[in-house]
């Protein structure tokens, strides 16, 4: 069964980074696009990026650009999340997706980031 297992959450003070890993399995990762969305506590989900099956053409929400960076890794099945410069803005449930037509069609369980001084 297809999963995506997430890790790399945690508690961290503002201007500071993350990096989260999602290990993808049960099906061919390289077939998919994937990418990351967030929902903040009280808010709806928010896409954050995406990225091409082939790890070309990251994508990124105008809140997060320059400051987040997708990337997979083929040889490991595992999808990255460089997160900089957090801001407590950036607090949320973070989830895998993989993505079919440019929408998140599963998500993972999340794994929770949260910025605070």
């Known amino acids: 069964q297809l999963q995506l297992v997430e890790s790399g959450g945690g508690m961290v003070q503002p201007g500071k980074s993350l990096r989260l890993s999602c290990v993808a399995s049960g099906f061919t990762f390289t077939n998919y696009d994937m990418g990351w969305v967030r929902q903040a506590p009280g808010k709806g989900p928010e896409w954050v990026a995406r990225i091409n099956n082939d790890g070309g053409n990251p994508g990124y929400a105008e809140s997060v650009k320059g400051r987040f960076f997708i990337s997979r890794d083929h040889a490991k099945n595992t999808l990255v999340l460089e997160m900089l410069s957090l801001n407590p803005e950036d607090t949320a449930l973070y989830y895998c997706?993989?993505?079919?037509?440019?929408?998140?069609?599963?998500w993972g369980q999340g794994t929770q980031v949260t910025v605070s001084s």
């Open positions: 997706t993989r993505d079919r037509w440019w929408a998140p069609e599963y």
